[in-house]
């Protein structure tokens, strides 16, 4: 009988022993994914930054504000977390990942760490610890960084000349900008490298290429106030422009006398380098950001068109004292009349009453748009500095296109433009004005129809042998044309005085604002500017 017991007994053990395991298998059977779905889940909540979907996958609630306050210590821009092969075993997981950072203006900072996972719920779940976000983490520690920066590059002209300092003119410093003190905004943008009261480009080229000048810093990555890695520094980087000191000290010699304000900006054809830009006058940049009616320096673009159309400079034409186009009458600087003669002199002599009948019925409102967006007009502008584009709206009716002919209606243009149009004639090829090679240029070069370059090389000379710039005391050589652009409203208008052209690989534009005549005031300017040099 004792026997018998025994056995039961035994039996009974075994009974007991296979219920238990089969409610292990039960339990692990219904254990919801696998914890390489509940790290992978976690990792790429890391990655996006969403706490809240991190905190789903958690055994038990905690804080995940250490994420946050790493993110926005180190200006991390983006998170990169690489998962390695999962380890199992006693209802536990252990899964390897290499995190790598990428911090705002600093660079990459990649470390090593590991997400524990444990069953929980009947699911696998990150059994979270603060050494789950760095394994040198601990409870309350924080992230920061520390920096020394290199030294500021240089900006320089063409030739190499450091043009930042201080000690080159007021036009130049304009194009330079200012070293100022960084703001909160400023660090906001530029990254946590940067710290308020920091040193950082404003306005101009300083800003523009705040990032290339100042270089990156060698950053200490601490937690804690501990150092954990040093991420190396790279030199700031000098901008070179294409300013020329010798061009650009001619035109600031041309127009510091003069009583208005008066701008002028220097462009080599060859290349669409800009040679020099200068302002008599401090603050607006009147050279770059003036939105001026050109004026009837404008008939140079609407003469590539008539030329494209088949006209010749020696045709015959007519210059009435007035003219009607549209229902706008239409009358010459001065009520002029030169009446018949060769269209080569109704240029020379600015004839506004031949041009805009001759837009009327030999271009019409789409060809003058296209002709004026052949030489940069609505074309982008990416010179490294604000640089306001000129505009050409297409005419509505005849009246605002016979306007367009002779550069008024709703045309707005600054010297910059207008000298990239000079170039463009003088060269045949119109090219985007740059300021720095570096930068890559939005819009494509635009060749002239053939042989217009030649015959408007003609046109333009006899303005200053024989027109409107005839007495302005031009050298030899010299090419362009005369603008008096009217702006304003009532009886009697106001003038801008323009002039534009080129001499040997130096094209130009200068306008005075509220000057008046172009041959008389703004011609003159460009004499000396080109006897400068």
Request: proline letters at 5%; aromatic letters at 6%.
């Amino acid at each position: 009988m004792a026997r018998g017991r025994t056995i039961a007994i035994v039996s009974a053990a075994t009974v007991l022993g296979v219920g238990a395991a089969a409610g292990g298998a039960y339990y692990v059977l219904h254990t919801r994914g696998t914890p390489a779905e509940t790290a992978q889940r976690f990792a790429a909540a890391w990655q996006a930054g969403d706490w809240s979907a991190m905190g789903k996958e958690l055994a038990t609630a905690q804080q995940l504000g250490g994420y946050d306050q790493q993110r926005r210590a180190l200006a991390v821009e983006r998170t990169s977390i690489r998962l390695g092969k999962v380890t199992e075993g006693d209802g536990m997981a252990r899964v390897p990942y290499t995190a790598t950072l990428t911090l705002k203006n600093i660079g990459e900072w990649t470390y090593d760490g590991r997400i524990d996972l444990v069953v929980a719920d009947r699911a696998w779940k990150v059994d979270w610890a603060p050494t789950t976000l760095h394994p040198s983490m601990t409870a309350g520690a924080t992230f920061g960084i520390k920096t020394r920066w290199p030294q500021r590059a240089e900006i320089t002209d063409a030739d190499g000349g450091r043009i930042d300092d201080g000690t080159v003119g007021g036009s130049v410093q304009q194009l330079v900008g200012y070293l100022d003190k960084a703001t909160k905004k400023d660090v906001a943008k530029l990254g946590s490298a940067y710290k308020v009261g920091q040193a950082v480009g404003r306005d101009g080229l300083q800003e523009t290429f705040q990032k290339q000048l100042a270089g990156t810093p060698a950053t200490d990555i601490q937690l804690g106030g501990k150092t954990l890695t040093t991420i190396k520094g790279t030199e700031g980087e000098p901008v070179q422009t294409t300013l020329d000191p010798h061009v650009q000290a001619a035109a600031v010699n041309a127009v510091k006398d003069m009583d208005k304000p008066t701008s002028m900006v220097a462009i080599k054809p060859s290349t669409g380098e800009i040679l020099s830009v200068v302002n008599n006058q401090g603050g607006f940049n009147r050279a770059l950001d003036g939105r001026y009616p050109p004026g009837s320096t404008f008939k140079a673009v609407t003469a590539i068109g008539l030329l494209a159309a088949g006209m010749s400079p020696q045709d015959t034409v007519t210059c009435p004292m007035y003219a009607t186009v549209g229902g706008l009458k239409i009358r010459n600087s001065d009520k002029e009349e030169f009446g018949s003669l060769s269209f080569l002199d109704s240029f020379a002599h600015s004839c506004n009453t031949t041009f805009a009948p001759l837009a009327q019925s030999k271009l019409g409102a789409d060809k003058l748009l296209d002709v004026a967006q052949d030489v940069g007009f609505n074309q982008p502008l990416n010179i490294g500095v604000p640089a306001t584009k000129a505009s050409f709206p297409k005419a509505e009716t005849d009246a605002e296109l016979a306007a367009e002919a002779f550069g008024q209606a709703r045309i707005t243009a600054s010297p910059l433009s207008m000298a990239s149009v000079a170039a463009a004639i003088a060269d045949g090829t119109w090219r985007p004005p740059t300021l720095v090679p570096s930068l890559k240029q939005k819009a494509a070069e635009r060749p002239l129809p053939d042989g217009v370059k030649e015959h408007l090389h003609a046109m333009m000379a006899a303005v200053v042998t024989k027109g409107t710039a005839k007495a302005a005391g031009l050298p030899a050589g010299t090419h362009g044309k005369t603008g008096t652009a009217e702006y304003g409203t009532g009886e009697k208008l106001e003038s801008h005085a323009w002039f534009m052209g080129f001499k040997g690989d130096v094209a130009f534009a200068v306008v005075v604002e509220g000057g008046g005549g172009g041959g008389k005031v703004a011609a003159p300017v460009a004499a000396d500017f080109l006897k400068g040099l």
